[in-house]
């Protein structure tokens, strides 16, 4: 990883999209029901990064994102779920997007829905603490976040595929530069 | 330029997506269905409203009632109606109206809040209590 400036340019225009397209998803009152969840609608840019910078970027770029968006627009108190369902939901999408047998539809909605899940087991000990029974957990909620979680990853992949065709490889992109400044 | 064009209309999708997004929803049908067998075992539900805090009224969730609840200084009222299982306020006079907004309420522990009333109707599993009727 070349740590130049115009890299840490990228990073931090990326990271700054990331946080608009997060705010964005903030106004859209999608009630998922449970408190600081999210449908994860603004996981498009993270999944272009994964495509077009890198693993590292991805998940270093979508963890600042939830740490920003949780001390300047929402609560710290709902960072430990976006936190943890942002950390598994990169993990997953680099393992899946590493296999070739996922397109980045699969990726992504693998994604979603494993950042929905982890959402809820962060959330679990609150709920089952404030009078919600597990079985409500399990057939009710967990169910609910699976088909958020399809939807929210097949309306990324959507965005994301148009964005990763559209906007070529990285290196490419420095080299027609390198030519037009010349 | 015309190939660019082409293959950004088609789409990526591969066998492994289409076969994840089944056991995804597969799962989370089977997930649900289990919910709904599961609802049937479970003991009676109950709507209870409660104005500052106090029982006023109490129906079985089943019932077919529509009542109206006039708040204790008798300025304002909520209209209650509870339909097979289905609670929902039809119409009251506070001011924002969110209680109605809040719209039909149908499972054990969610709750219809008036806040300008200070009414919050809940539906409760669980044994019947004594309300005092008026
Ligand atoms: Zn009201």
Redesign the pocket.
Known sequence: MKMNSGYIAECGLLLALAVIAAYVEMLIPVDLMLPGIKAGLANCVILFILYRMGPLQAMMISLLRTMIMAFAFTSPAVLIYSFSGALISIIIMTALSKSKAFSVYGVSMAGGVSHNITQLIAASYFMLSSGSSLSDLLTYYLPILIFSGIAAGIFNAIIADILIKRIPQKKDRIKEDKCTHI | MKEEAGSLKRLPIKKADILLALILSVTGIFLLLIGRLNAGENSRLWVRGYQDGVPVFEYPADAQVRTTIHTPDKTGI?VVVIDDNKVYVDS?D?PG????KRGIITRSGEEII?L??RLVIRIEGGEGIDVMAD
């Open positions: 909520n009251a506070c109206k969110d209680c109605v008036c300008p009333h």
